[in-house]
Nanobody
């Protein structure tokens, strides 16, 4: 069993930055971030293997978002720069023993955080 605790959401203006954090209690080999806006399907944003062997980014965030980790703290981060209003969503941390295929899909992850809201105003 793995418990995930997220933090770091908030409200910013377009062009601003936020950093999301997700602490994992339990062993994971892959951690990722998903987001879901009202009325839209869940989207896989970024993921990485904890060993750092491979990293995935959705096309919509490439060059703006960075997923990183601190193994000592069992924490994965999502640094979000140059935020746009279309990035507004509830962001969820997810984890499992493998990331599955790229692009990442929610069904490949068994463990989920509670979600943290990101709101970007124009």
């Amino acid at each position: 069993q793995v418990q995930l605790v997220e933090s770091g959401g908030g409200s910013v203006q377009a062009g601003g930055s936020l950093r999301l954090s997700c602490v994992a209690f339990g062993y994971t080999n892959c951690m990722g971030w998903f987001r879901q806006a009202p009325g839209k399907e869940r989207e896989g944003v970024a993921a990485r293997y904890t060993g750092g062997a491979a990293t995935y980014y959705a096309d919509s965030v490439k060059g703006r978002f960075t997923i990183s980790q601190d193994n000592a703290k069992n924490t994965v981060y999502l640094q979000m720069n140059s935020l746009k209003p279309e990035d507004t969503a509830m962001y969820y941390c997810a984890a499992d023993s493998a990331c599955g295929s790229w692009p990442i899909v929610g069904g490949a992850f068994a463990y989920w955080g509670q979600g943290t809201q990101v709101t970007v105003s124009s």
